[in-house]
T-cell receptor, first 114, second 121 residues
Framework: AQSVTQLDSHVSVSEGTPVLLRCNYSSSYSPSLFWYVQHPNKGLQLLLKYTSAATLVKGINGFEAEFKKSETSFHLTKPSAHMSDAAEYFCVVSEDTGRRALTFGSGTRLQVQP | DAGITQSPRHKVTETGTPVTLRCHQTENHRYMYWYRQDPGHGLRLIHYSYGVKDTDKGEVSDGYSVSRSKTEDFLLTLESATSSQTSVYFC????????????????????FGPGTRLTVL
């Protein structure tokens, strides 16, 4: 069975500094991996998706993630944080079963200090 | 944005009452899912549907039932609501592999509705 571990429940950065949100996954196959963002009291927005086409994936709002199979990691990065990036971020893996349900990590709350 | 709506968006109810949440899509996608979101757990699968009248359980299905009598609607019912069912509920839809090939979308990507915040007192 697949699983996702988000290594930090909270991350705090200063505006203009880099962001790193860490995610490790466990899967017995070549997975589909996603990062979703959720702003307070809002729904889920897809940031980016990895589907084996390229290991470095670019998403919206300047975010990107690199798939590293040898490390089973899919960390999310952004060169320069903006106040509007403050939100909760979920790393997600898709099941390799017919139902293709998504398995979510427990989330990382990103704070951006002025 | 994918055409997914959920109703109601907010609901407060009392323990022991029945509650039905509705998910409606205009995309004609075959697969639909219900998840619940609780602090520290991300989203967890309650039930899913792989076609009209075809549904199956997820990991946290106890106390919930679903129905899908037409492609566009997927209903989630709490037969007798309990305080442990206070949560935010999200519906999601997904294309089939054939549809992904045609649309150029990402395999296994799910599109989420806006969520329903349910409080059981």
């Amino acid at each position: 069975a697949q699983s996702v571990t988000q290594l930090d429940s909270h991350v705090s950065v200063s505006e203009g500094t880099p962001v790193l949100l860490r995610c490790n996954y466990s899967s017995s196959y070549s997975p589909s991996l996603f990062w979703y963002v959720q702003h307070p009291n809002k729904g889920l927005q897809l940031l980016l998706k990895y589907t084996s086409a390229a290991t470095l994936v670019k998403g919206i709002n300047g975010f990107e993630a690199e798939f590293k199979k040898s490390e089973t990691s899919f960390h999310l990065t952004k060169p320069s944080a903006h106040m509007s990036d403050a939100a909760e971020y979920f790393c997600v893996v898709s099941e390799d079963t017919g139902r293709r349900a998504l398995t979510f990590g427990s989330g990382t709350r990103l704070q951006v200090q002025p | 944005d994918a055409g997914i709506t959920q109703s109601p968006r907010h609901k407060v109810t009392e323990t022991g009452t029945p509650v039905t949440l509705r998910c409606h899509q205009t995309e004609n996608h075959r697969y639909m899912y219900w998840y619940r979101q609780d602090p520290g757990h991300g989203l967890r699968l309650i039930h899913y549907s792989y076609g009209v009248k075809d549904t199956d359980k997820g990991e946290v299905s106890d106390g919930y039932s679903v129905s899908r009598s037409k492609t566009e609607d997927f209903l989630l019912t709490l037969e007798s609501a309990t305080s442990s069912q206070t949560s935010v509920y999200f519906c999601a839809i997904r294309e089939t592999e054939v549809e992904v090939g045609r649309s150029g979308g990402a395999p296994h990507e799910q599109f989420f509705g806006p969520g329903t915040r349910l409080t059981v007192l």
